[in-house]
């Protein structure tokens, strides 16, 4: 965003203030991300910066804690329910999902303004009355304290995301492109394969990782419709911080944030790849 | 082509063009609805029939009448006037010793209870007596507990011998029935709820406000810079969003506590005093920062789609007509950015209001929301129709919210990252 | 957090052995049991869940559930799924999950293992603490603690008054978001009886005058939630004076050598112990007949500062099992602690609960 030649000196200063307010704000956004990663690595049981730490001498730092992470077999089983129930939940909301996308970007789609209401409705309404909501219908026909019940439910929360993202690449899929394979020789199967799937997989794979974030993180309905055999990451975290806050809770902190770069370099190299076989960008 | 149905246009098998048209389309129709409908009959099992029962558990009342058909049935043409006569004594007599033997008195004693303190020790005090009492009944149970010997009781147990109740309701609102069945507020020392409400409201308006002033300029940027530079600072917004949010709410922890990663800053520059720390979570404040800082993402996004939309040249324009920086932007500039203030406030606001989990962790006694109260009577007081009550009012809220957004919006303009 | 012990039977040489590993191994189950985790589970699982681990070859899964029991065992309950088979619990809850039916009930002279001499469970246990679907095992209290280092040496809080007494301990407190005990220690700290605390608490001027006393050092205290953040915030001096069970502040005074000081003037005791599912008494009796006999009791407080609920392990308690202190004087029960101990009245508490916690509520909202 440069500055116009005709800036006067107030516009001027008034520019550079006003960057300087976005680095705040910036700072503000990512700031508390970065903190957590070198108080992770503290060697006492403290959730701040020691003396050593700010000295930066090295006895200040260790692995301690993710040592105790690693060789805990609580949080262990916690990680590995958390990936069972989210990638259930996620491959049953992409299918589920994307199917309904393509019946909601068709022209003739009846009533889809109320549908699509209904839809995302899940991601609207607040996760504690869901919870309260399933809760209740759950253990009515025994689902709760059940993978089953955990997965049906993280499916209902992941669906909204899928649904958003395939229908948002579906709308942008140019028909075109269909008839211009047919017109250069392609089959119906060939063009599905070669033009339909490259171009809304992204969308597809998009929805799915959201999905699956939304099932990984998820707290609130997890703590009310599991039982103690389908304790979730999540769940572990959220004990540890209202019980005893130990700084293994910063390592599992960190390295969570690196799952979610991880993913959103993901998501960033689907959008670029999306954009360029849609010729929207030079990529 | 005046009279078209002389000469009907056909298809090539001789269908008129119309019919065939309509048949396509109605096929079509078909053919998406059925495409849809496996994930409508998920969500109608996994998510809609749920919220319908606990909308119904709100006002279903069927302890009284389970635990005590008898007393239930000799007290419905009971005036209220005076003391019920024996026969009504009898049969709470008789259902109080078929439900000890059963043991299923506790949850109607639960109940009655909630309504009138003292009605728990009466119902189970009695029951573990009432075997090889001696007509007549009325003195007997009198003497056992002189709660039986109250008015007050007798219409309690008359009241909510009824299918359905309006009292969660009522004490969602901070209202009861008096003695004499009229609906009163809760004297001031007992309301709780209709406050926390409030709160829940206000402090939502402050932290949407607070992540539009915030992301505004963001937003602004993002949208203003050449695309290679935008796509880089946009990562920075798009990080936290995908950052767990125990996470986020872990890290504030660790930044704010009185003995955490600021304070101990300030007070190694000599900024404050080491016994004059600061208490910025634990309260609202550290609710307000918190939530800012995760749902600050939620009002950047729709922003910054809205004013990429605009031509730079707006802006451009309006000044070399000779507006000064500040008017332009007020007249120009601003007015075109109003639908993504009112997507991003409003999605702001449907998800602070909602939530649960941060405020729990850091809001202390005065920074929680009502959402506490729903998670509290779920789990620890298990008055589960209270908590429906509170979760119903607040869905009722999130609804007409949504309803808004979805007239002034269209939630198939939602996008995500 | 969840521990898996399993015992594997290695006797299997000796051929006479192995028949009867077999037969055990035969019967050989897993118990899913429910207690307050912590210090508390460790104890636990040192006096009862080991040894009967090693005599049975059962497998004990430790679930921390306790503080959410009764609604965790309401929810199993609903959803025709009950999977705790022994749950640990507060007389109040064990009250009210026995009145729902969600309880076994429990003849203790047919089901519990009589004392050494003889004496039947229902003359052994302490008088009165037998439920009808209860068993318990220890007698704990709540208690006041503070950091010894945050007031001088020859200026100490001793009584319940000081810890209303801003003026002459400064500092904040933190006190349980319950009005549980609260309320007791305001109105002894307001001059009433330990005795009469309850009779007085029936009175709407009671409560009141509870209240009004709480409203002295309202700004200045922080409200808990979970058993193990006052030793915490005692520890790092964010507070000064910290109510909590007192088995944590021992825990953290002898194991991890804090400076806490228990004040045992007005402490408000009750029980702790087993309630069996309904369906599960036949899996359970075995562990539960074990668990509750004179010597477990005896050993869990090697590990933990509750008294045992059996007069019969009380004369057997010696010292802590890490450090080898004499366990007696830091029980609730050794009499120099027990003057002017309050009963928690949990019938005054099942009827008044409710109503008290929301009119809690309230008062914190003002």
């Known amino acids: ?283 | 082509m005046s009279d078209s149905s002389s000469y009907p246009l056909t298809t090539a098998d001789g269908v008129p063009l119309k019919t065939s048209l309509r048949r396509a389309v109605r096929r079509s129709r078909l053919k998406a609805l059925l495409l849809v409908s496996p994930l409508l009959a998920f969500l109608l099992i996994a998510f809609v029939m749920p919220i319908a029962e606990m909308l119904w558990r709100s006002v279903d009342n069927p302890e009284v009448a389970t635990a005590l058909p008898r007393t239930a049935e000799a007290l419905a043409d009971w005036n209220g006037e005076a003391l019920p006569d024996e026969a009504v004594y009898a049969a709470l007599a008789a259902d109080l010793e078929a439900g000890d033997k059963a043991r299923s008195l506790g949850k109607m004693a639960s109940r009655l209870n909630y309504e009138k303190s003292g009605m728990r020790s009466a119902v189970m005090g009695t029951a573990r007596r009432i075997e090889g009492v001696e007509p007549p009944y009325k003195p007997a149970l009198i003497a056992i507990n002189a709660d039986w010997g109250e008015l007050a009781t007798w219409r309690v147990i008359q009241r909510e011998s009824s299918p359905y109740t309006l009292s969660y309701y009522l004490a969602a609102i901070d209202r009861q029935y008096s003695p004499d069945g009229d609906i009163v507020a809760v004297p001031e020392y007992m309301q709780v709820y209709v406050g926390l409400f409030w709160r829940t409201f206000w402090m939502s308006a402050v932290i949407t406000l607070l992540t539009l002033l915030l992301g505004y300029p963001v937003a602004f940027l993002l949208a203003n810079l050449p695309l290679r530079h935008s796509n880089l600072l946009m990562i920075l917004v798009l990080l936290p969003f995908w950052t767990s949010l125990l996470v986020r709410t872990t890290t504030w922890i660790a930044i704010l506590q009185s003995q955490g990663v600021l304070n101990d800053i300030m007070v190694a520059v000599g900024l404050i005093a080491d016994d004059a720390r600061w208490q910025m979570i634990h309260n609202k404040t550290g609710t307000i920062i918190a939530m800012t800082h995760i749902l600050l993402p939620f009002m950047i996004l729709p922003l910054y789609s809205v004013m990429k939309t605009i031509p730079p040249s707006y802006m451009r324009a309006a000044r070399s007509l000779g507006g000064k920086p500040l008017l332009s932007f007020r007249r120009v500039y601003f007015p075109l950015t109003i639908p993504g203030i009112a997507a991003g406030g409003i999605l702001v606001f449907i998800l602070s209001i909602g939530y649960y989990i941060t405020p729990a962790l850091v809001g202390g006694q005065s920074g929680r929301f009502i959402t506490n109260y729903i998670a509290y009577h779920m789990q620890t007081s298990l008055n589960w129709g209270l908590a429906a009550a509170i979760a119903s009012i607040l869905l009722l809220v999130v609804i007409v919210l949504y309803m808004l957004f979805n007239r002034l919006i269209g939630v198939d303009k939602v996008k995500l990252g | 957090m969840i521990k898996k012990t399993r015992f594997k039977g290695t006797l299997a040489g000796a051929v006479g052995v192995s028949a009867l590993v077999a037969a055990v191994a035969a019967q050989a189950q897993t118990l899913n049991i429910v207690s307050w985790g912590g210090a508390y589970s460790e104890s636990q699982q040192k006096a009862y869940h080991e040894p009967w681990m090693k005599k049975t070859g059962d497998e004990i899964v430790n679930i921390d559930r306790s503080s959410n029991a009764l609604a965790g065992l309401r929810a199993q309950s609903q959803a025709g799924n009950v999977t705790w088979d022994l749950v640990d619990m507060l007389p109040a809850d064990a009250m009210i999950a026995c009145d729902e039916g969600l309880a076994e009930t429990i003849d203790a002279d047919a089901l519990l293992a009589d004392a050494p001499d003889g004496t039947p469970p229902s003359k052994d246990f302490i008088a009165g603490s037998l439920g009808e679907c209860f068993v318990p095992q220890i007698v704990y209290s709540n208690v006041v603690a503070f950091n010894t280092e945050m007031f001088p040496a020859d200026h100490q809080p001793s009584t319940i008054a000081d810890v209303f007494d801003l003026d002459k301990y400064p500092g904040k407190r933190a006190l349980m978001r319950k009005p549980i005990n609260n309320l007791e220690w305001a109105l002894v700290a307001d001059g009433v009886d330990p005795k009469d605390v309850y009779d007085v608490l029936s009175t709407d001027e009671g409560v009141a005058r509870a209240f009004e006393k709480l409203d002295t050092i309202k700004d200045q205290v922080i409200w808990w939630e979970e058993g193990a953040q006052p030793p915490q915030l005692l520890a790092d001096q964010e507070v000064a004076f910290g109510s909590g069970y007192n088995g944590r502040f021992f825990n953290a005074a002898v194991a991890e050598g804090q400076p806490f000081k228990i004040i045992w003037d007005a402490q408000v005791f009750e029980l702790d112990g087993w309630v069996v599912p309904t369906g599960k008494l036949d899996k359970v009796k075995d562990y539960l007949k074990f668990a509750t006999d004179t010597q477990r009791l005896a050993d869990q407080a090697k590990y933990i500062s509750y008294g045992p609920a059996r007069k019969s392990s009380s004369a057997m308690v010696t010292t802590h099992a890490a450090t080898g202190i004499p366990m007696k004087t830091h029980m609730p029960t050794f009499p120099p602690n027990f003057k002017t101990a309050i009963p928690k009245d949990n019938t005054f508490w099942a009827d008044h609960n409710d109503e008290l916690t929301q009119r809690f509520n309230a008062w914190l909202a003002m």
């Open chain 1, 1 to 283: 965003m440069a500055l116009p030649s005709y800036a006067t000196r107030g516009e001027r200063l008034w520019h550079y203030v006003f960057l300087g307010l976005c680095a705040l704000i910036f700072l503000f956004l990512i700031g508390p991300l970065l903190v957590i990663i070198p108080l992770s690595f503290n060697a006492e049981p403290y959730f701040t910066f020691t003396r050593a730490m700010a000295h930066l001498d090295p006895s200040g730092y260790s692995l301690r804690w993710y040592h105790e992470f690693f060789t805990s077999s609580a949080w262990l089983d916690s990680i590995k329910n958390s990936f069972i129930i989210g990638i259930s939940a996620t491959l049953l909301a992409t299918v589920l999902g994307t199917i309904a996308a393509l019946g909601l970007t068709s022209r003739h789609m009846p009533a889809r303004g109320l549908i699509m209401a209904l839809l995302i409705s899940p991601m609207i309404v607040p996760l504690i009355i869901s919870a309260a909501a399933m809760f209740f219908f759950f253990s009515k026909i025994h689902l709760t304290q059940t993978y089953l019940g955990v997965i049906l439910a993280h499916t209902a929360l992941g669906i909204p995301f899928v649904v958003i993202t395939v229908t948002a690449t579906l709308s942008s899929f140019d028909t075109t492109l269909i008839r211009a394979a047919h017109s250069l020789g392609a089959n119906p199967v060939r063009t599905f394969f070669k033009v339909v799937l490259p171009l809304v997989t992204p969308g597809v794979v998009s929805g799915a990782l959201f999905a699956f974030i939304t099932s990984f993180d998820e707290v609130v309905v997890v703590l009310f419709v599991s039982g103690p055999e389908q304790r979730t990451m999540p769940i572990q975290m959220w004990s540890g911080i209202r019980e005893e806050i130990s700084p293994t809770i910063l390592a599992v902190a960190t390295l969570l944030v690196g799952l979610s770069i991880l993913l959103l370099t993901t998501l960033e190299l689907l959008r670029r790849r999306g954009e360029r076989l849609r010729g929207l960008s030079p990529g």
